[in-house]
């Protein structure tokens, strides 16, 4: 029991040790397992060529499937990941589940051509990235340019110069780089030309109020110009409307995935759902 004049009151919790910062503790514990416990799962996002509405890949999106809290957002877990210091782990589990599921799709005749996984900072500093990377290109035979590798405009810009040879080593390997919420990082661009990069994807942000917000339009569509004038592709994320589409390809830019095309999805539904749109055998088969 505490002692009323306080003395002994290390045993219990600092008053600032709120209900919240415990909760944090036991989601923290609980996210140490979640790989281990295969609680993680992928869904994955069409790409759309925006004038065919053809299927140009697929994004990959982790979910956590948390016994209790049920399915949890990457946008909520992937920090505390990175804070415990956990994302190397997480990160090459989803690089290379989204290789073995590439490499069933192509054993089961379907032709995606391009899978595409997100990139945390810290993967790109501490872990042996360019290793992970072409361990899981070999061991699931898939050709270096069905991946592409998304990292944040925020990481290129905060990263010392290692990290951006990291980069430099991955494009050698044959694989894709893509930037990833552009737009947001507003500042120095000048690594856009330094870096061997492939796409950029314009943050969702500003496609959402084209055709409602001028200034996001002229965001949009001068992001479309850089780009295009860097040799770069552009690629849309966060459509959910046809106006945007419109917009979009007004202006130049012929990719884009959104709600409007399609969510996230498992990689059983999203076959389901766009079977007519994947060329190969399972065409035939339905
Ligand atoms: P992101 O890579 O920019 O992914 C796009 C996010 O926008 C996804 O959220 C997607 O579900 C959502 N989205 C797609 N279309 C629409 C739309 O039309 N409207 C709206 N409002 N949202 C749309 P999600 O899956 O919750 O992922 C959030 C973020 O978490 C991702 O943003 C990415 O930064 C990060 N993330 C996801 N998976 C991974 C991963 O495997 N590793 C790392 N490091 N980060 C990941
Ligand atoms: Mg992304
Ligand atoms: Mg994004
Ligand atoms: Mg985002």
Known sequence: QAKSDGRND????????????LEK??????????CSRNELILHYQPQIDL??????????????????????????????????GIIGEIGNWVLREACRQMHQWRRDGLHIPQVAVNLSVQQLER????????????????PAQCLELEVTESLIMRAPEKTLSALQELK????????????????CLSYLKRLPLDRIKIDQSFVRDVGRDTNDETIVRAIIGLGKSLGLETVAEGIEEARQVSFLLREGCLSGQGYLFGMPLPAEDLITQWREQIPGQGNRLH
Not at 10 to 21: E, I, M, Q, R, T
Not at 127 to 142: H, M, P, W, Y
């Open 172 to 187: 050698s390997l044959g694989v894709k780089l893509a930037v990833d919420d552009f737009g947001i990082g507003y500042s």
């Open 25 to 34: 503790l036991k989601l923290e514990a609980a996210l140490r397992g979640a």
């Open 127 to 142: 872990e042996n990235l360019v290793t992970q990377v072409r361990e899981a290109l070999r061991d699931f035979d898939i």
């Open 51 to 84: 004038n065919t509405r053809h299927l140009q890949g697929v994004e990959a999106l982790v979910r956590w499937l948390h016994p209790g809290l049920g399915m949890t957002s990457p946008a909520d877990f992937i920090p505390l990941a990175e804070d415990i």
């Open 10 to 21: 290390y045993h219990f919790f600092a008053p600032n040790l709120s209900a919240g910062v």
